[in-house]
């Protein structure tokens, strides 16, 4: 193939793509210097605007564990999606998924759209199945970008999750349980046919995967550009877990369905139980999630020991979240527990307008979770001064959590901190993902930030 027709067939996409890519491998940092960097900043900022540097580093210790049951939440997500998706009968779905594209563009398109379908139902599904569909994809076709299938993988997480089923806003303002007083004296209830439901955010949702396969589909590199997992060193390796017959009279039990029977039967009740309870939106929280995870996990696998086995495969891939979750706690912990976020609150009902609302509250939401990665925990620290502004400029109130929704998930494009999962399972550290999720950010901005405004004008 010739120069000419060669440049001719990337596009201008695909070079924008490979551009910003081979810049962000070379530039960007890891994973874990990114937490470090975020909590230096954070603290600097603190001292611009007067805080005591003391109190600024006891905040950062006291909430350095305020994530533990979020880390273990994260780990659990991994351990069961992996075991899930290594069980024989989801694997060979996985497989027969992975052999539908033909192309390396193709295939970037499908994994974009999979990843951003799946997270409407749940983020923690659409992370772990999209990563897992991504090595059997790239075993199947040679020539596809690692980098470019690796980034479409993350884009539910980078797009619209907050505006699906799983978003925990939308969650918290309608569970009244779930409420922080503060919050039920200035909203009350806004149940999810006002938020996640509306028209507008079901259009924001489909306007958004539409550009979203489209800018990875022309952005991938084609073939002869490609870097392959080959090019990375990274060896395939099928998820089936095989085990090794038994040795030992005493080990029957581990061979045996008995105990995965009972335990899945109880399992199953009390899920049961907790739908029935609290209903289903109510009931679908992380803690939820995993539970049943591991009990399919657990079913599918069949023996105990086949079920460990993809227990102890997918350990590896935890060890960036157990090791920087904490950090991002500490940041967590700087912000709510100095005057840092009180500062920035205030600022932002004072320069608040009817009309310039939309924009200055997706612009800071998506800035402020730049060091507070956590959508619901970022949310009851917006919330009141957030809905107290909307209430007072009379601005529907179901709106504003999807302004907060759908600008939310323009920061994690960027911030490796979601992204940790997903690289562990692919094998890859957040230079090799940053660069096509920075192209996707740069046209998913002013896009999500020009809806959220003009669509503000039809409730």
């Known amino acids: 193939m010739s120069i000419k027709k060669a440049n001719a ?10 551009r910003i890519a081979d810049w962000c491998e070379k530039w960007f940092p890891d994973a874990f210097v990114f937490a470090m960097f975020a909590v230096a900043l954070v603290f600097i900022a ?16 006291s909430g350095f564990w305020n994530l533990v049951p979020f880390t273990m939440q994260m780990v659990l997500i ?3 999606g992996y075991c899930v998706a290594s069980s024989p009968p989801v694997y060979r779905i996985i497989c027969w998924l992975a052999r539908i594209p033909k192309t390396p563009r193709g295939a970037v398109a499908f994994v974009a759209a999979f990843s951003m379908l799946t997270s409407l139902i749940s983020w923690g599904f659409s992370l772990i199945f999209s990563g897992l569909l991504v090595r059997e994809i790239t075993n199947n076709i040679k020539k596809v970008d690692y980098r470019a299938i690796g980034a479409a993988a993350y884009l539910g997480l980078g797009s619209i999750w907050a505006l699906g089923l799983s978003s925990s806003a939308a969650l918290i ?3 009244k349980d779930a409420l922080p007083e503060k919050l039920v004296e200035i909203t009350g209830v806004i149940p999810l046919k006002e938020t996640i439901f509306l028209r507008q955010s079901l259009l924001i949702a489909l306007i958004l995967i539409l550009i979203s396969i489209a800018i990875a589909y022309f952005s991938a590199p084609p073939p002869e550009k490609a870097k392959t997992a080959e090019d990375f060193n990274i060896e395939y390796k099928p998820l089936t877990v095989k085990i090794e017959p038994r040795q030992k009279p005493g080990e029957w039990i581990e061979y045996s369905p008995l105990l995965t029977i009972i335990i899945v039967l109880i399992g199953a009740v009390y899920v049961i139980h907790e739908f029935a309870d609290k209903g289903g939106a109510a009931a679908l929280n992380l803690n939820t999630y995993n539970f049943i995870f591991l009990m399919l996990g657990l079913l599918l696998h069949w023996r105990p020991r086949s079920f460990l086995k993809a227990v102890s495969s997918s350990v590896p891939a935890t ?14 912990g700087i912000i709510t527990s100095t005057a840092i ?31 507070v990665p956590s959508g619901g925990g970022k ?18 109130s179901g709106w504003v959590v ?8 323009l920061p994690n494009l960027i911030n490796p901190f979601w992204m940790l999962p997903l690289m562990g399972i692919l094998n890859v550290r957040a230079r090799e993902l940053a660069g096509y999720s920075v192209l996707q950010m740069f046209i998913h901005v002013p896009v999500v930030l020009f809806l959220c405004w003009i669509f503000s004008y039809t409730l």
Request: proline fraction near 4%; glycine fraction near 10%.
């Open 46 to 61: 603190g001292i611009l605007l007067g805080e005591n540097p003391s109190k600024m580093a006891v905040a950062f210790g």
């Open 9 to 18: 067939s990337e596009g201008i996409l695909a070079r924008i793509g490979m």
């Open 173 to 175: 303002m309608a569970t």
């Open 78 to 80: 991994i351990i069961s």
């Open 379 to 396: 949310w009851v620290i917006e919330a009141p001064y957030i809905m107290g502004a909307a209430k007072s400029l009379n601005i529907h």
């Open 319 to 332: 060890a960036g979240v157990l090791i920087q979750f904490p950090f991002y706690a500490g940041i967590f």
């Open 341 to 371: 976020s009180g500062t920035l609150a205030k600022l932002f009902v004072e320069i608040s307008t009817k009309h310039t609302y939309p924009l200055l509250v997706g612009i800071y939401s998506a800035i402020l979770g730049l060091f």
């Open 402 to 409: 999807q302004i907060y929704n759908a600008a939310e998930a």
